[in-house]
Every structure is written in C-alpha cells, then in structure tokens.
C-alpha cells in the first residue's frame, strides 16, 4: 500500500473530522492532528507502506506562514474562512511535517507537480474531480520547490527520498538536474525524476524523460515505473515502459553513443526495472 496524503494538507477541516471519528479522539490543536496523523502512518507502516503521495497541482505555492500555523489551525478547525495566502502557509508548515515523518519512517515521498485539474465544469460535475478531465499547468516555480526542499532536508530527521513527477513536459530538465543538488554520502538518487506521467505516459513522454535524465541526472538509479493504484489494469503499463525503456537503450548502443558492455546493459534494465524500486521498498 502507499498513503495518498492530498487530503492532510488540502481539506483539514473534512481529513481532522475524519480522524477524529476514525481514532475516536478530539482534534483541537495543530498538536492534535499533527498526533492523530502519526497513529495513522504508523498503522499504514505496520502494513508495509513505503510510499506516500502528493499533488501539488498548477499554482502550488510553498511559503512560511504569516502568522502562527497553530493559529491558522484552529481558526480553520472553528469555521473561520482562511484567505489564499494562509491556506498555503498551513498547507506548507503540515508538508513539512509530514516530510519529517517520512523520513523516520524510511518512506519515500513522491511529488506529482504541476496538473491543472479545473478546465470544463460541465464535465467537472458529471465525472467528478477525478474524472480526467483536467490539462497541462504552467512551468513549476523552481524558487517555491527548492526552498521546500531545503525546509525538508533540514528537518529534525532529514529528508526523506523525494520522487518528483512532472505534468509539463517544459520542466523535465529542471526536474531532473535538482537530484545533484541534494545529495548525500551512501543515498542513491535521494532527489531524483519520476517517470512520464499522466499525459506524458506514452511512448515520446517516456523517451523524453529518458534523454533528460541520462543528461541531467543519474540514469541508474532511476526507480523505473509506477503504478495507479486505482487501477488493476494499469499493470500492463509497466511491460509498456520495459518494451520502451530497452528500446531506447539499444538504440543508443547501436549507434556508438554509449560504449558500454551487453552486461553492463542488462545490469542497468534491470536495476531500472525492478531493483531500484526494490531497494525503496526495503524487501
């Protein structure tokens, strides 16, 4: 299982009245819920999660609150209208929580960056907000995300293995040169690319994403690709991604741009492949 953890930071009034009924519990304080979450990942750890996952959609915004983040806290949890700006700033202060969390566990915390989830309403309101019909958002704001980083890498127990997923195809080298940037002695691929994803998961997406992190990041230990977990059928993208992954590989070492080794070809499908996402899952 993986933690799909949108709703501890998007919708805290809905996520702490869930916990509340769930744990049977009261949630006042940020305290409170910041407990209530640590039940909850523990429960998820103990039945073998390593993963969790965040959308941070077009528009996303990391910055420090203004004010108190326990104060904003509780005047959401009272009713009160949080503006703009303090959403962000709680939203920002709980990722960054919950960023230290995952760390002490081990998990690795995938970032899916840059969707634009409202284009047609009518469409909204028949399929509902997870229906699809949603578009490519604008270039990610590097500042915003490297300042995030480096809030986690500094958190009381570092960071934790970052993945990051890019909607728009603009940001793959931006996404895939920030992995040397925090690197770490015995840490492989700490900050690395995520595979092409959602409407980049095709055949052009997949090759684009591998030219650029052979170029700008590490080819190696690139964790391969991933899985909806909303659907069974998905499986098969994983074949899909080996057929175009190999490919891709060949081509490069037919025409000379590689000189490397058949063995040393097939140590690196495989590590792409499968044990690179083993290692993350520590089996």
Known sequence: PSLRGDGLTDTVRQTADGLEQLLQ??????????????????????????FSDHAL????????PGQPAEALFEKSRNGGLLTEEEKQGL??????????????????????????RF????????????????GIGNCCNVKSLTQMLDDFEKGPYGMPGVILFTLNPADNAVMSVLSGSYSRDGAEGMVQQGPAWWWCDHLYGMREVFENLASFGVLSVFVGMTTDSRSILSFVR??????????????????????VSEAQLKKLVEDVCYFNAQKRLRL
């Open 25 to 50: 519990l009261q949630i006042r304080t940020l305290e409170d819920y910041y407990a209530a979450i640590r039940r909850r990942l523990e429960d998820f750890a103990r039945a073998g999660c390593r």
């Open 91 to 116: 939203s920002s202060e709980i990722l960054r929580f919950l960023s230290a969390e995952y760390a002490k566990l081990g998990w690795t915390m995938q970032l899916h960056i840059g969707a634009q």
């Open 57 to 64: 959609d077009d528009g996303f915004l990391y910055k420090k």
């Open 238 to 259: 994983h074949e899909y991604f080996r057929r175009a992954f190999c490919g891709w590989l060949g081509e490069k070492a037919e025409k000379g741009e590689w000189d």
């Open 119 to 134: 284009t047609s309403s009518r469409l909204r309101a028949v399929a509902g907000p997870a229906g699809g019909f949603a």
